[in-house]
């Protein structure tokens, strides 16, 4: 033990001259200067005392105030300073994966050292880190997942929990656990970071942990409403009441020829009508509806495309950030922006996305300065709301919503739907204008709709399913799932627990006693939907590894089949080219990834994406996301090396067929033929759709009985989005009670039964299954 001290002494020791030589350096010289003009650094010696004295401490301050970036590392560099660095440990989370990795670099360079020095990362299926290094940045699910296997976070000295006041399932989660944990590891220092002042939530939960506040700087930004853009843009609103479901386009309109006074006329009667005509409820009720059905579509994307063009001929320089819903309204608009004489000119705009998908090379050019005269334009989501900050923002432009998972307990269905933000939303978007100089926000809704916003959004917790959540909590060992969620600080509902011990217990992850299964046990080692990691798991063992790798991963990414708006029934008819006679969204999703894998070796990748209507991002985001899969399986010792062996039975299209059912079970449907019509109902009879992009959409008959999907989504009905028909044999073999019952302790048994399945052709096999039931049916 003293050989290791000693050890660390000396790396401790170097670790310091390190540091000292950096600092002395004309480049090091130049970070210091910058790091210290931040609000944070006022604070630095009073924050390092109170982490000192105090077990837990709540840090409110600015976004941009450095918090992520400076506090860890002025813990890191005290402790290096008095000679302790390599006896150090921080861990600091993040709620997404972008950023861990973002701030992680960041902080390097402000270190002048490499990424895996003493400063490294570590997200889902990735990471940089080294044996050097003491500050990690990591997002909250790696966390949770540690603890998973090492319940006192043994080693570990400082835990930093950010971005709480999101409230995100993780981050709820971390608390409680660790709420667990301190008792027990005295000398861990926890320190919770949130962007806005209501750390008093987070102190009491804590037994009143003391706050601190960073006192920080921004300048005015002056709120434009949607009232004021119009009047900017010589767009006109012509009523609410014209909203219907055709007549969205009927809603805005570029009358330029009506004078301003007049324009701006027309929407106060408009309110003024509305607010005598009705109680103020009940109108931002109906604006709320018809705005919901068009923002943001395209005819949205021409409002800001209006006001984009606003900026660029008539404001200052500075640039613009535009927060919008999701990637594929963000990559629709750019393409949108690119065919505009002024904004698609790159000599005169640069035009950046900024999302969770995006690639680290243009990550950084996010932060960089535009060449002189030339506009940055920063398509976002809300991830530039807090965790992200770009300083040279002058105007930003809100489109008021946010993409955000909603559940519903009562009937069992998430929902994932723009839906609008708060108004701590609205004000933190507001504020990323005013870094440095006074800014501008334009909100593209009216100021009613704003004033109605709820204060803040509902924590993460109480609106998704908490099926995950539910699997990790019992790999955790602490007792009944839902005594351990009543601690959280906003506990979700009972049913919504229930809901999700129901679930896990059907798929065969959990027995009766809620106890974890052999299955249950081998998905909590993927981090996957425990649908998906059902599905992989059972390809594994059928030896048709590739389709349901790919499937896998197409439904954890997003669908790479595009359906642009003026063009939604060409894109139909290309995806169900590669549907032929499948009666499968899934199979149709492999046939496209191999095309595109063949075109690829041809080079022809891109015209061959271009005429099916492929996104080739999203591909590439298949294709190594299918690595990354690979190779946890291989690490959780379900695949063997040689992947010819587990795909054996790949073209076996009943086998993939039963896979796939296998894994989204129980979210299956039964086709209904009425004489001219289909229809389709749920296990618990709801009436569902099918997504107009769905492959068995188009066709007049499915000749299956059912129809497996992942998932249904409530958006004005509920609509079922990727299926693929299966018979009568293959659900009961492989959806149902049956089927769990031989996955829940037989995953050794059935290994036997492969070889079987491969001496005699399965889809024969199951053929005559299904003869034989037919038999028994009519007798
Ligand atoms: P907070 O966590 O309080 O929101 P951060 O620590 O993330 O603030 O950022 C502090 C400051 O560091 C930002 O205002 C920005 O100026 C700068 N900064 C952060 N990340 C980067 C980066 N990748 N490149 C350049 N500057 C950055
Ligand atoms: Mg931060």
Known sequence: ?????????????????????????????????????????????????????NQVIVISGETGCGKTTQLPQYIL?????????????????????????????????????PLGEAVGYKVRLEGVKGKNTHLLFCTSGILLRRLLSDRNLNGITHVFVDEIHERGMNEDFLLIVLKDLLPRRQDLRLILMSATLNAELFSSYYGG???????????????QFLEDVLELTGYKLTSFNQVDDYGQEKMWKTQKQLAPRKRKNQITTLVEDALNNSSFDNYCSRVRDALARWMPDCIGFNLIEAVLCHICRKERPGAVLVFMTGWEDISCLRDQLKAHPLLGDPNRILLLTCHGS????????????P????????????????????????????????????????????????????????????????????????????????????????????????NSLCLQIKSLQVGSIGEFLSAALQPPKPLAVQNAIDFLKMIGALDEKENLTNLGKYLTMLPVDPK????????????????????????????????????????????????????????ALVRAYEGWKEAEREGSAYEYCWRNFLSAQTLQAIHSLRKQFNFILKDAGLIEEDTNNNNKLSHNQALVRAIICSGLYPGIASVVHRETSMSFKTMDDGQVSLYANSVNAR????????????????????????????????????????????????????NGYIDFFMDHNLAECLLKLKEELDKLLQK
């Open 699 to 750: 066709y007049e008959t499915i000749p299956y009985p059912w129809l497996v999907f992942g998932e249904k989504v409530k958006v004005n009905s509920v609509f079922i989005r990727d299926s693929t028909g299966v018979s009568d044999s293959i659900l009961i073999l492989f959806g149902g009670a049956l089927a769990c019952g031989a996955q829940a302790g037989h995953l050794k048994m059935l």
């Open 532 to 587: 998906l990691g059902k599905m992989l798991i059972m390809g594994a063992i059928f030896r048709c590894f590739g389709p349901i790798l790919t499937i896998v991963s197409g439904l954890s990414v997003r669908d790479p089949f595009l359906l642009p708006q003026d063009k939604k029934d060409l894109a139909g008819a290309a995806k169900s080219r590669f549907s032929a006679k499948d009666y499968s969204d899934h199979m």
């Open 358 to 369: 995006m690639a680290t090379s243009e990550q950084k050019l996010i932060f960089e300065k």
């Open 209 to 223: 942990a003391p706050t601190i506040h960073i006192p920080g700087f921004t300048y005015p930004v002056r709120a």
């Open 77 to 113: 560099e005290s402790e290096i300073e008095s000679g302790r660095g390599a006896f150090c440990s921080i861990i600091c989370t993040q709620p997404r994966r972008i950023s861990a990795m973002a701030v992680a670099e960041r902080v390097s360079a402000e270190r002048g050292e």
């Open 371 to 466: 060449p002189p005269n030339v506009r940055k334009i920063v398509l976002a989501t809300n991830m530039a709301e807090a965790s992200i900050t770009i300083n040279d923002v002058v105007f930003v432009v809100d489109c008021g919503k946010a993409k955000e998972t909603s559940y519903d307990a009562l009937n069992n269905t998430p929902c994932l739907l723009p839906s609008w933000i708060s108004k701590a939303s609205a004000r933190q978007r507001k504020g990323r204008a005013g870094r440095v100089q006074p800014g501008e926000c334009y909100h593209l809704y009216p100021r009613c709709v704003y004033e109605a916003f709820a204060e803040y959004q509902l924590p993460e917790l109480l609106r998704t399913p908490l």
């Open 1 to 53: 033990r003293s050989v290791m001290e000693r050890v660390l002494q000396r790396r401790s020791l170097r670790m310091r001259n390190m540091q000292r030589a950096w600092r002395e350096s004309p480049e090091g010289r130049k970070m210091m200067d910058f790091r210290k003009s931040l609000p944070a650094f006022q604070e630095k010696e009073r924050l390092l005392q109170a982490i000192a004295r």
